[in-house]
């Protein structure tokens, strides 16, 4: 039974206030208490708000209103929690934040009567090891992503699954991803769509600078090691394309599945292959 949830919603959204008003009112009307981030709380008039990294612990269902990029920023505040996340699209793409604004009020009311199903997501860990220490480490639920400044050099990095040399790339970066987020950059790099649901990963070079390099899946329990090398060059790394920092030659990334995992809400109007088709175009001619 629903006691307490969390709002999160994009900043600055000009649709964000008047839904976030229509979600307070619904679950208040039932006596469930409804948490907002603090920006949102600002954004509606409202005297108190949270910190965002302070909400999950406190609630039994998170509702994020934006796009799939809010919506994978609070996944990894969300952590190992496993509270499931209702997203409302008020983006553009939204592979993630499936149920549009105008199936926000049969969503609610399914919630209410805790009718909606979850499907669980991978997510991953990444740890930037230096001189043998760890000095970095992120949970993701999309994608570890390596690449080469603007106008730096080909970087070399010398790649391994389970401890066994898989290959050294010649690329202008390397890309780990989950199944969520194969139709992300996973997918402009040429890498392939995985069903989210499958347990493996995607470990995908960006501009290979060898016609042998493609995309490769591994099983999701693998460890992926990645060490990097390049002179005098800018080589940055990025968790889901939001967070990420310089890299130094002889950096170390390692990369394995996360204990967290996150539980989106579904929406009960489509399914995965619906939004593939509408979203992408897949399997149109």
Request: charge should be negative.
């Amino acid at each position: 039974m629903l006691k307490k949830v969390g709002v999160y919603a994009k900043k600055n959204h000009p649709d964000a206030e008047q839904l976030a008003l229509t979600i307070c009112e619904r679950l208040k009307r039932e006596n469930i208490e409804v948490l907002l981030e603090v920006g949102l709380a600002e954004q509606i008039g409202q005297i108190i708000g949270y910190a965002g990294e302070d909400i999950p612990e406190q609630v039994d269902l998170i509702i994020v209103l934006g796009g799939d990029g809010t919506l994978i920023s609070v996944a990894r505040q969300v952590g190992e929690l496993n509270v499931p996340i209702l997203g409302i699209n008020l983006g553009r793409l939204g592979f993630l934040t499936e149920v549009t604004r105008d199936e926000l009020p049969e969503m609610l009311e399914r919630i209410l009567c805790e009718d909606y199903e979850v499907s669980e997501r991978m997510m991953l860990d990444a740890i930037i090891h230096r001189g043998g220490k760890e000095v970095g480490r992120y949970t993701v639920l999309n994608d570890v992503v390596i690449n080469k400044g603007a106008l730096a050099r080909i970087i070399d990095m010398e790649t391994y699954v389970d401890g066994r040399h898989l290959s050294t790339y010649k690329a202008d970066g390397l890309i780990i991803s989950t199944p969520t987020g194969s139709t992300g950059y996973n997918l402009a790099a040429g890498g392939p769509i995985v069903f989210p649901e499958i347990n493996s990963l995607v470990i995908s070079p960006i501009c290979p600078h060898m016609l042998t390099n493609r995309p490769i899946m591994v099983w999701s329990r693998s460890v992926i090691e990645i060490k990097i090398n390049f002179e005098d060059d800018v080589v940055f790394f990025t968790a889901d394309g939001q967070v990420g920092r310089k890299l130094l030659p002889g950096d170390v990334v390692e990369v394995r599945r996360s204990e967290a995992r996150t539980h989106l809400v579904t929406s009960p109007s489509k399914d995965y292959f619906e939004i593939l088709r509408t979203k992408l175009s897949w399997g149109n001619r």
